[in-house]
């Protein structure tokens, strides 16, 4: 089997995914949608249209197709100075990788850039297009489907692929609403499956009620609401004492927010900057509450980062937390612009020993079932399977 993805060639998310489909002897080939560094996780693919200069953290099984008309694709990009002929070049180039390689099937992960990318190929080919997935990732439709200019994008979109993926069931009927055609592909987290027994391996031993740490998913963008967070911890500062807070991924906003609000509390906060996967899980595995806020999201991987390793969860209500916890019994779900609200969530989790204890035994039998990679990569390995049994069906 042959599959091309189109896809963030510096995606943790793709490069887990991918990495599922390592062992199967298969042609896996990867189109980015923009030039950047390849994602050090990636293993047995090959790579088009990247810079000659091999990181030194690459796995050797990761190789590369150079062609000069993709050099040409990948400087024009990098000019941006002109949209148009920039998005021309793009579309060109995957056309050429298509034809070229000929794969079963190409799989967009992501919709704003690989799925609108890919569906612009596809006009370009017609029936020579091969079968199509698409996967919805986060806020894809959720967020961007209000969005008068990406609204008519999506629906053409849902309307000319073949198959749909994506981790909520939530999304299942926005795609619908955006006329999708294709068939649904069973429900996975876009990141896969966890290896949890390594995992646990990060996890402090004892109650979670013994852990004095709080960690905050710092995004404060368009989507994530950190700030809102610290406005929450700030009404809670008489509960804070013996706490640490962390927060990650944050940007200078968050920072100075951070900072400022250790200054006036006296709690100590510790910002995170870059860290290893195996980095993050340690400090999950030391907290007692997890906070992560954000007006839009598919299932946050911090999230299920958090019932892994014990951590009690506080997730705005918009990324699909009531599919894996159940407010007020194993996490709470809060509005993710009220800090009024998060400020009740926190309080509770601070005093409620036998909540938080509760929850991450009802968390640990919740991963084990649904996100254990040893259950979820089998299922995408048979989704590909299924899908070239469909394919060679076709007369």
């Known amino acids: 089997m042959k599959i091309l993805f189109v896809a963030k060639l510096n995606s943790v998310h793709v490069s887990r995914w991918i990495s599922q489909l390592a062992d199967q002897s298969w042609e896996i080939?990867?189109?980015?949608?923009?030039?950047?560094?390849?994602?050090?996780?990636?293993?047995?693919?090959?790579?088009?249209?990247?810079?000659?200069?091999?990181?030194?953290?690459?796995?050797k099984s990761v190789r590369f197709i150079r062609w000069s008309s993709l050099y040409f694709y990948r400087d024009v990009y990098e000019t941006r100075k002109n949209h148009q002929t920039t998005h021309k070049f793009k579309t060109m180039a995957l056309v050429y990788a298509i034809q070229s390689i000929k794969p079963d099937i190409v799989h967009s992960l992501e919709l704003q850039q690989a799925g609108y990318l890919s569906l612009n190929a596809k006009k370009k080919l017609g029936n020579k297009f091969p079968t199509w997935i698409v996967s919805n990732w986060g806020s894809d439709i959720y967020l961007f489907g209000r969005l008068p200019e990406h609204q008519e994008p999506?629906?053409?979109?849902?309307?000319?692929?073949?198959?749909?993926?994506?981790e909520c069931k939530r999304d299942i009927q926005l795609a619908r609403d955006m006329g999708l055609r294709g068939k649904i592909l069973p429900v996975l987290p876009n990141a896969g499956g966890v290896n949890i027994?390594?995992?646990?391996?990060?996890?402090?031993?004892?109650?979670?009620?013994?852990?004095?740490?709080?960690?905050?998913?710092?995004?404060?963008?368009?989507?994530?609401?950190?700030?809102?967070?610290?406005?929450?911890?700030?009404?809670?500062?008489?509960?804070?004492?013996?706490?640490?807070?962390?927060?990650?991924?944050?940007?200078?906003?968050?920072?100075?927010?951070?900072?400022?609000?250790?200054?006036?509390?006296g709690i100590p906060v510790e910002i995170i900057s870059q860290s290893s996967h195996e980095d993050i899980l340690h400090q999950f595995g030391k907290a007692r509450v997890y906070i992560g806020l954000s007006i839009s999201d598919g299932i946050s991987t911090s999230l299920l980062e958090s019932i892994v390793m014990g951590t009690f969860p506080i997730q705005s209500c918009t990324a699909c937390a009531d599919e894996w916890i159940e407010d007020g019994k194993s996490g709470f779900i809060v509005p993710p612009e009220d800090p009024q609200v998060v400020a009740e969530a926190i309080r509770h989790a601070l005093t409620d020993d036998a909540l938080v204890n509760r929850a991450a035994e009802i968390n640990a039998k919740t991963i084990k079932e649904r996100l254990d990679d040893s259950i979820i990569q089998p299922q995408v390995v048979k989704m590909y399977q299924d899908i070239l049994t469909d394919i060679r069906k076709i007369p």
């Not at 949608?33 to 050090?40: E, K």
């Not at 999506?154 to 994506?166: A, E, K, L, T």
């Open 29 to 59: 080939f990867l189109f980015p949608v923009y030039h950047a560094d390849p994602h050090p996780e990636l293993r047995n693919i090959t790579v088009f249209g990247t810079d000659p200069l091999r990181p030194r953290d690459l796995d």
């Open 154 to 166: 999506i629906r053409q979109v849902m309307q000319n692929c073949d198959y749909y993926s994506c």
């Open 197 to 265: 027994k390594h995992a646990l391996n990060f996890r402090q031993a004892g109650p979670i009620s013994n852990r004095k740490t709080i960690i905050v998913k710092g995004y404060q963008n368009f989507a994530g609401r950190a700030l809102i967070a610290f406005q929450a911890l700030r009404l809670c500062k008489d509960l804070l004492k013996g706490y640490t807070i962390i927060t990650y991924s944050a940007n200078e906003d968050v920072s100075i927010a951070a900072s400022l609000f250790s200054q006036e509390t």
